[in-house]
């Protein structure tokens, strides 16, 4: 994950793992069977060295990947450790378009909506990987969710992030 300061919140890309059984040749010629613009990239990270890309409804884009490398485990306390990404969360102007995109372009599954204007979904256990919410005509991501290892995990990173000027909600 890769953190910029902006002059606003937006989540510029999201990557999502598959199952290493799929070859991303056969991911992209599905993908652009249904009309999508695929990319293929490579030596991105040097955790994933190859990757399908292609972008959302809503602009942003994803990065589909069938293996990674584990990163080095750094002994030097800079921060604090997340377990795993919770979840993300984005406002957008057509939450039908987007959350159809999710599962049938990507196999996400719908666990509930909250009216019509708020879905969560999820692409593995957890209740949801990202959710959608409806609120006018403005796009933007909401928030990140993280799993930490326990309360005084997350008040390190409330520590660090504070120090750093982030601001907490």
């Avoid at 040749?25 to 292609?54: E, H, Q, W, Y």
Wanted: hydrophobic share 45%.
């Amino acid at each position: 994950m890769v953190l910029e300061r902006g002059d606003h919140a937006r989540c510029m890309k999201i990557a999502f793992e598959a199952d290493a059984a799929n070859d991303l040749t056969a991911i992209a010629k599905a993908l652009s069977a249904k009309n999508i613009v695929v990319n293929r990239k490579s030596g991105l990270t040097p955790a994933v060295s190859d990757v399908v890309t292609f972008a959302d409804p809503k602009g942003t884009e994803i990065e589909i990947f069938t293996s990674s490398t584990l990163a080095p485990i750094d002994p030097t306390s800079r921060g604090f450790a997340l377990v795993k990404l919770g979840h993300l969360a984005f406002n957008v102007a057509d939450i039908q378009k987007v959350t159809a995109f999710y599962c049938d372009v990507l196999g996400f599954r719908v666990s509930d909506w909250r009216a019509d204007f708020f879905v969560f979904l999820r692409c593995g256990p957890d209740h949801h990987t990202v959710n959608f919410a409806s609120h006018g005509s403005h796009e933007k991501m909401h928030h990140i969710a993280f799993e930490v290892k326990d309360w005084a995990e997350i008040q390190r990173a409330c520590d660090f992030l504070g120090r750093h000027n982030y601001h907490l909600v």
